[in-house]
């Protein structure tokens, strides 16, 4: 079925919508679906009928999901290669009195998505950028959870190298915020399995992969146990995953990180199950946590 953009028959509110203001010279910053075409706003739709062009981050794309609402516009490609030359383009076009919308291939413009180097040129030269919220992976992720947390830290793409990554983990891993990430398929048990190690196995983690779409899966289970739900079905490796994270305990993030510095110590003289004895009784924590992290230590080491 083809959404006719224009369709007040079908669609009462679009004239209301159609009757509100939408000033020249300005750049609309427009959330798209992040795989359900039905998850387009009435806003959205009106706009996109009535903007000059369209910058998308791939034009195929975006024709197709135009085309899904019965539009055509022109497309000006905008990706992370070419922001800033693009940039001046569209500056041009908006200062001559046009209107443009910004988006990516799904979901908000500029949110671990191309964007921001655009919007950021666009305000610099004075001009009027307006955002059409709608979509966000992060969100939806977040408001299936059931996690008990009233913040949460955005950290997007972990870097693909592991070195790197684990660098980026050891420094998230004391925030007592929800952890939002995304990541792809082909390196999600990697991640999955690096986030049990520098964090601990007893943190909960939501899974949430191919959002809207036919195949939606959401599940919730501890650090230790994710790389073996994963690895039990390789269907459950398909798709784009946003991962939640528990945030760290305050109190047992100063606990463990007393722990750690003690167990340093303990193993310059000592074997890791040594170690590990020895730190539980001088911290009251327990052995088996302990151990774990001290093989964690001398491997890194």
């Given amino acids: 079925m083809t959404l006719i953009a224009s369709d007040t028959a079908h669609l009462p509110l679009m004239g ?62 905008a990706h992370e290669h070419n922001e800033r030359a693009v940039a001046d383009k569209l500056i041009a076009r908006l200062q001559a009195g046009q209107r443009i ?34 979509a966000s992976a992060a969100l939806a992720a977040l408001s299936a959870s059931g996690l008990l947390n009233d913040r949460f830290h955005f ?11 684990d660098a980026e983990l050891a420094e998230l891993q004391h925030i007592t915020a929800t952890l939002v990430l995304y990541e792809a398929p082909h390196r999600i048990v990697d991640t999955v399995t690096a986030l049990a190690a520098i964090f601990g ?10 959002l809207t779409k036919l195949f939606e899966e959401i599940h919730r289970c501890t650090l ?3 790389s073996a739900w994963l690895t039990a079905d390789a269907h ?17 993030d100063a606990d463990m990180r007393e722990a750690e510095r003690i167990l340093g ?26 151990y774990e992290r001290a093989l964690q230590l001398k491997q890194k080491a």
């Avoid at 009106?46 to 910058?55: E, I, K, N, P, T």
């Avoid at 798709?239 to 305050?250: M, N, R």
Wanted: glycine share 8%; charged share 20%; hydrophobic share 45%.
């Fill in 201 to 210: 196995p007893a943190r909960q983690i939501v899974l949430a992969r191919e």
């Fill in 101 to 134: 919308a910004l988006v990516s291939d799904a979901g908000t413009p500029a949110v671990s998505d191309p964007g921001a180097r655009i919007v950021d040129a666009v305000r610099a030269a004075g001009l009027r950028v307006v955002p059409l919220p709608g």
């Fill in 265 to 290: 110590v303990l193993l310059e003289e000592c074997s890791v199950k040594q170690a590990a004895a020895l730190a539980a009784r001088i911290t009251g924590m327990k052995k088996n946590a302990l």
């Fill in 224 to 226: 230790g146990e994710a």
């Fill in 16 to 77: 209301e919508v159609a009757q509100q203001n939408y000033p020249t010279a300005t750049l609309y910053v427009l959330a798209t679906p992040i795989g359900n075409v039905g998850d387009i706003s009435l806003r959205a739709l009106h706009v996109l009928r009535l903007v000059d062009a369209v910058a998308c981050e791939d034009t195929r794309n975006t024709a197709q999901l135009l085309a899904r609402y019965g539009l055509s516009k022109e497309l000006l490609a």
């Fill in 155 to 165: 950290a997007g793409f972990l870097p693909a190298k592991a070195g790197q990554r």
């Fill in 236 to 252: 459950r490796q398909k798709g784009e995953f946003v991962l939640l994270v528990e945030g760290a305990s305050s109190d047992g």
